[in-house]
């Protein structure tokens, strides 16, 4: 079996594939921990799926938080067994990036460009709603063009909350209408329809220039509610970064 992680700022994303299938996943907040602190978390949660420690024969994982990259590695060798395969710039992904500094770009966005392109082939938008929103492309021939990145939900909730003395923390729900009706709903219409609007704006943008019809396919945390409000987003997929490792990780190590 195959342990996936995709570290992220806020979110951290765990899953066991066996073989192709995703057997197991969860959604976990990003925090420092040590090693053995990682390894016992990591061995809990296995343990609520009836996953022996022993089954997990590789690992692989991507991180946007350094700090963490170090004990993670070490947790999986020392709980596991397994040397794991850090997803970095130097990694071969398959995929051609066509950026300007390809070291540049975030080995999150192209492990979901690959996961992506595996599932929905090409052109392809990939729409990630986490800490931040990136909107990664594909093009026609498959390689990765680039795209762009926008503040996420929360953090924009958090950034009126921080710098706006009178605006409260609000809870990421849909209001009764766009026109909020007292400040919650005010902020909830905000953020929630705003980014929408970006998402369709943006993905209208990329559509005319390239000059084709460009699928979207959308993940993370809150690309469930984004796709109900969106008119652009054709898929949700809320493990594709997973999907994507698991690719990845075959391809430099091999399957089974």
Not at 211 to 223: I, L, M, N, Q, R
């Given at each position: ?8 700022n ?6 066991v ?18 090693s ?35 004990p993670?590695?070490e ?30 770009v ?55 909350f ?23 709903e005010s902020i ?20 005319a ?8 396919a959308a993940t ?13 987003i ?23």
């Amino acid at each position: 079996m195959l342990l996936v992680m995709d570290v992220g700022n806020t979110t951290t994303v765990v899953g066991v594939f066996d073989r192709k299938q995703l057997v197991a996943h969860w959604r976990l907040s990003s925090i420092l921990h040590t090693s053995d602190e990682l390894g016992v978390y990591i061995l809990t949660l296995l343990g609520t799926k009836d996953i022996a420690s022993t089954r997990i024969d590789g690992a692989v994982f991507c991180s946007v938080v350094p700090t963490l990259d170090a004990p993670l590695a070490e947790a999986m060798r020392n709980f596991f067994g397994v040397e794991p395969l850090r997803v970095d710039a130097s990694t071969d992904t398959g995929m051609e990036v066509r950026y300007d500094a390809p070291r540049e770009v975030g080995a999150d966005r192209i492990v979901n460009a690959v996961g992506g392109r595996s599932k929905y082939g090409a052109p392809l938008i990939v729409a990630d709603y986490g800490t931040a929103i990136t909107f990664d492309v594909i093009a026609p021939d498959g390689a990765y063009l680039g795209g762009a990145i926008a503040p996420g939900l929360q953090s924009g909730i958090s950034a009126l909350f921080a710098k706006a003395a009178k605006l409260p923390q609000v809870a990421l729900a849909l209001p009764r209408s766009v026109i909020g009706r007292n400040t919650n709903e005010s902020i909830q219409s905000g953020i929630l329809f705003g980014n929408a609007g970006l998402t369709d704006r943006i993905v209208g943008m990329i559509r005319a220039e390239i000059g084709t019809e460009v699928k979207v396919a959308a993940t993370g945390g809150h690309a469930e509610v984004m796709a109900k409000l969106s008119q652009t987003i054709e898929y949700v997929d809320p493990w594709l970064t997973l999907d994507g490792l698991r690719l990845i990780h075959d391809r430099v190590r091999g399957s089974d």
